[in-house]
């Protein structure tokens, strides 16, 4: 039995019931049933189109469920009076999930959810794992979600942006045990790009690229940050860094910028230097000031700081740094940088202790106090 | 087997001996002392006596219910003068000594100068049903 296969169909065989007007939860049930009646039969008897046999046994057992159901007898009969849809390109369907599993009614978190579980295929013990909660915990989650949207009909495209904020959120979070979370977000984001034609799907799959091209060289072995300009650059994926790059030129090229796609220009820039010092700080400063102008993200600004820091030299960084509020996360860490770069080791000492202090996570702070320490032991 | 919670405790206990603030150790010593954890919580892996750990962020906040219809008092942004506790490591050991013997390791992780920075680490069982004897 072929487990892969099982999951990429699934998906799609769940649109379809969705699409014909099944309730999500009840299209999920009855496609696990159809998926645990294929692991039975299938090995003594292979259908010929293994999506197709899904999709006739899962609405089956749709409609077995609902007619168990007395007290929905009548509107099984309307399902039943309903005619059959004409052929449709399965591309559809698909979309359909994402946006219904992206729905502005669902919070982001149990959007996340919805979409591993629904269009990614996993298990809610893969995603609880995956999050590091309690399986129950992650149970109750998603069942939550598809009460939420049980009652939506997407009788008109959903919000894409929406749907890729989704997709980034699942990116960002990493991995941690046997899920991949990083590489399950690009999956999906490639799915997503292969059924919509949109500049900012394309621009987001050569983000994600781009970054997951540097991961092996982002850390040490023993778990600690490598910044970028210390990483050892014959680890970054060659591979998808061409990919990344060729996929970004594709979508620029169609003139409709977006904030995915500036980020991935960045992100290309850096990736297209052979050594730090080789990096294009001029052009990433104007790809910034895009960026800027498109998300008004204080926290591109304070990026844009460290560029400028790059390309004008440290007294020109920390004048754009003079502009932000010192209460932005990380601040404290970029000013630190600038302030060493410009000499002042005291200043920057207080301040990697400060960002130390206000660090996310584990190896962020590591890495601060570990700058302060250095600065320190040198004075 | 009987599990622990060690509680790192960095204010709020009695100063560790070694009581240098890690900003001012050297970077190798930093290294030092978060491997020394690393091994430690490792070592305990491989002989199954590791339950969880995490790293806790400084800034902790003390809530309490403050009636009906009004919001909850908090303590406010004091945070210098409370105690800060920095993780917490669950243990699953076979006896009490043991447990106590792993909190002396843990808490001699080195620090300035290469030496054991001594840190207070507060350990506490964890309540359970006691075990019945079937047979």
């Known amino acids: ?379 | 087997m009987a599990k622990y919670l060690l509680l790192k405790h960095y204010r709020g206990a009695p100063a560790p001996v070694n009581d240098v603030c890690m900003d001012q150790w050297t970077p190798e010593e930093i290294s030092a002392h978060m491997k020394y954890m690393h091994d430690f919580a490792a070592r305990l892996e491989k002989t199954g006596e590791f339950v969880d750990g995490q790293a806790l962020a400084p800034e902790g906040t003390w809530v309490r219910y403050d009636g009906e219809g009004r919001p909850p008092v908090t303590d406010g942004p004091f945070a210098e003068t409370k105690d800060l506790i920095a993780g917490w490591m669950v243990i699953d050991v076979d006896s009490y000594e043991r447990a106590v013997e792993l909190a002396g390791e843990l808490s001699a992780a080195p620090g300035a100068g290469g030496k054991p920075i001594h840190e207070w680490l507060e350990l506490r069982p964890f309540l359970s049903a006691q075990p019945t004897i079937t047979e």
């Open chain 1, 1 to 379: 039995m072929n487990g892969a296969l099982l999951r990429s169909l699934t998906p799609g065989v769940l649109a379809v019931l969705v699409r014909r007007g099944a309730d999500f939860a009840a299209a999920e049930d009855a496609v696990q049933d159809a998926l645990v009646e294929a692991v039975r039969s299938w090995p003594a008897d292979p259908p010929r189109d293994a999506k197709g046999w899904l999709v006739t046994v899962a609405w089956r057992k749709f409609l077995d469920a609902r007619r168990a159901d007395t007290a929905r007898r009548r509107r099984e009969d309307l399902v039943d009076q309903e005619p059959e849809p004409g052929p449709a390109p399965a591309a559809d369907d698909t979309l359909q999930l994402y946006f219904l599993c992206a729905h502005p009614s669902l919070t982001p978190s149990s959007a996340v959810a919805l979409t591993l579980r629904a269009v990614g295929g996993l298990t809610t013990r893969q995603i609880a794992r995956a999050y590091l909660v309690p399986e129950a915990t992650m149970a109750q989650r998603i069942s939550r979600a598809k009460r939420t949207v049980s009652g939506v009909r997407l009788d008109r495209p959903g919000d894409v942006a929406t749907v890729l904020r989704v997709l980034y959120l699942v990116f960002n979070e990493g991995y941690s045990g046997d899920i991949d979370l990083a590489a399950e977000a690009i999956r999906l984001t490639r799915q997503l790009a292969a059924v919509i034609d949109h500049p900012e799907v394309a621009g987001l799959l050569a983000l994600m690229l781009l970054h997951h091209a540097r991961r092996a060289a982002r850390t040490a072995p023993d778990g600690s940050l490598v910044p970028l300009a210390e990483q050892d650059r014959t680890q970054w994926d060659t591979g998808a860094i061409t990919e990344g790059v060729a996929i970004l030129q594709a979508a620029l090229a169609r003139d409709r910028l977006g904030e995915f796609q500036a980020q991935a220009a960045i992100a290309a820039l850096h990736a297209d230097a052979p050594r730090a010092e080789e990096t294009d700080w001029v052009q990433i400063v104007e790809w910034y000031d895009e960026l800027a102008g498109l998300t008004g993200s204080p926290v591109v600004r304070l990026n844009r700081a460290v560029a400028v820091g790059e390309a004008d030299g440290p007294r020109a960084g920390l004048a754009a740094l003079a502009e932000l509020d010192e209460s932005l996360p990380r601040h404290a860490a970029v000013a630190a940088y600038l302030h060493e770069r410009d000499g002042d080791l005291t200043a920057a000492a207080r301040l990697y202790a400060e960002a130390a202090h206000k660090a996310p996570n584990l190896a962020e702070r590591d890495y601060l106090t570990r700058q302060a320490a250095r600065l320190n032991a040198r004075r």
